[in-house]
């Protein structure tokens, strides 16, 4: 089972690009990487997802290294709206796997 | 969209009660979650199921049960309430194990 290693906080402003790295040491060979998004008061809503190299779509990109044994999420220009906890997922390939969230990063954006 | 629908958003219980929490899924989906968050803890895994009348342990079962009768709803049961399970708690479902988690609301309980 992949456990997922994630800063605890992070600050940016405004306009700004964001970084968040997941460490995921012992991934295995088909286990996918997932990102969410959590605002007070909700549930995590899924933001992307991928298995090696680059993913992008209108939210985010998704940078995994060859290793895969860490995964990066990029959030372009942020705005205050971004502000939030992000979880990195390792999804494993079994379906009657546990799926195990780290303790995710609160983002503060600030103006 | 798919729609993940918790029965209760804030419910307060006396110590000892049986509380039922109620999720449905309208997507078909295979798998169903049970997660508890709270501050400083992330999401903790209490129960999933993969499928009608199967059930797994997550990383935190104990004083909790669980039932999946039918595909749509998974329910969560704590027997006697107590203080210590006062929390959030999260369900989500998804189609077999992708990763891709729809999650709902969330249920706000507060055990006195």
Redesign the interface.
């Known amino acids: 089972l992949a456990k997922t290693t994630q800063p605890i906080s992070m600050d940016s402003y405004e306009g700004q690009e964001v970084n968040i790295t997941c460490s995921h040491n012992n991934i295995a060979t088909n286990d996918y990487i997932t990102w969410y998004q959590q605002f007070p008061s909700q549930g995590p809503r899924f933001i992307i997802q991928g298995y090696k190299t680059k993913v992008t779509n209108e939210v985010a990109s998704l940078f995994i290294p060859a290793d895969r044994k860490s995964s990066t999420l990029s959030l372009p220009r942020v705005s205050l709206s971004d502000t939030a906890v992000y979880y990195c997922l390792v999804a494993p390939s079994s379906n009657t796997g546990k799926l195990i969230f780290g303790q995710g990063t609160t983002l503060q954006v600030k103006p | 969209d798919v729609k ?1 629908t918790q029965s209760s958003r804030y419910l307060v219980k006396r110590t000892g009660e049986k509380v039922f929490l109620e999720c449905v899924q309208d997507m078909d989906h ?2 169903m ?1 049970w ?1 508890r968050q709270d501050p ?6 209490i129960y ?1 199921s ?1 499928d009608v009348k199967m059930k ?1 342990k ?2 935190i079962p104990e004083g909790y049960s669980v039932s999946r009768e039918k595909k749509e709803r998974f329910s969560l049961i704590l027997e006697s309430a107590s203080t210590n399970q006062t929390s959030m708690y ?1 369900c ?1 479902s ?1 189609y ?11 249920s706000r309980l507060t055990v006195l």
């Open positions: 993940v295979e798998n979650f997660y400083g803890l992330g999401l903790r895994l999933f993969y797994e997550g990383d999260l989500a998804s077999r194990n992708t990763g891709e988690l729809f999650f709902g609301e969330g």
